[in-house]
Structures are given as structure tokens and as C-alpha cells.
């Protein structure tokens, strides 16, 4: 599944978490609390939505995070052919 691909490779640094943060991950996940710890940004590859956005008009919209959601990313991802 192309999501589970995804999942494996977005992770965010713990050291980057407010103290608040860091300590429910440590509890909640079991995460290590050192300095080259990444924690994956949602649960489960089951919890991650894919939106592609872009173009003109009075249509083209994304739907806002809720709950354990994060920003969105402005970072253009390629594609991989073959």
C-alpha cells in the first residue's frame, strides 16, 4: 500500500516537541527520549490522508486538520516513474 510507504518515512524529530509533547509520546508510544529519536506524524498508516491541491478556480480547496492532524506541507513531492 502506498500510504504504508509514506507512513515509514515521515517522521518528526522529538527533540522539536514542547516538553508537554515530548513527554505524552514517551508515555503514549514508548518512545526514546534521546536526541536522534523520530517519531512517525500520525499512528498508523491508516490515520494519513493524501490531498493533492493546486490550480485556479472557485473549487480547488483542501479540508483543514482536526484532532491529532498537523500542518499541511508545502513541499512538492515527485514522483517516482517505472
Known amino acids: 500500500m502506498q500510504g504504508e510507504v509514506l507512513f515509514e518515512h515521515a517522521r518528526f524529530p522529538l527533540p522539536r516537541l514542547g516538553p508537554e509533547f515530548r513527554r505524552q509520546r514517551i508515555?503514549?508510544?514508548?518512545a526514546v527520549d534521546a536526541h536522534d529519536t523520530v517519531l512517525p506524524i500520525v499512528k498508523d498508516a491508516e490515520h494519513m490522508s493524501v490531498i493533492v491541491?493546486?490550480?485556479t478556480g472557485k473549487h480547488s480547496s483542501w479540508?483543514?486538520?482536526?484532532g491529532?492532524?498537523?500542518r499541511p506541507t508545502r513541499r512538492r513531492l515527485a514522483l517516482r516513474r517505472g
Open 27 to 30: 508515555e503514549r508510544w514508548g
Open 68 to 70: 491529532h492532524g498537523a
Open 53 to 55: 491541491t493546486g490550480g
Open 63 to 66: 479540508p483543514p486538520t482536526f
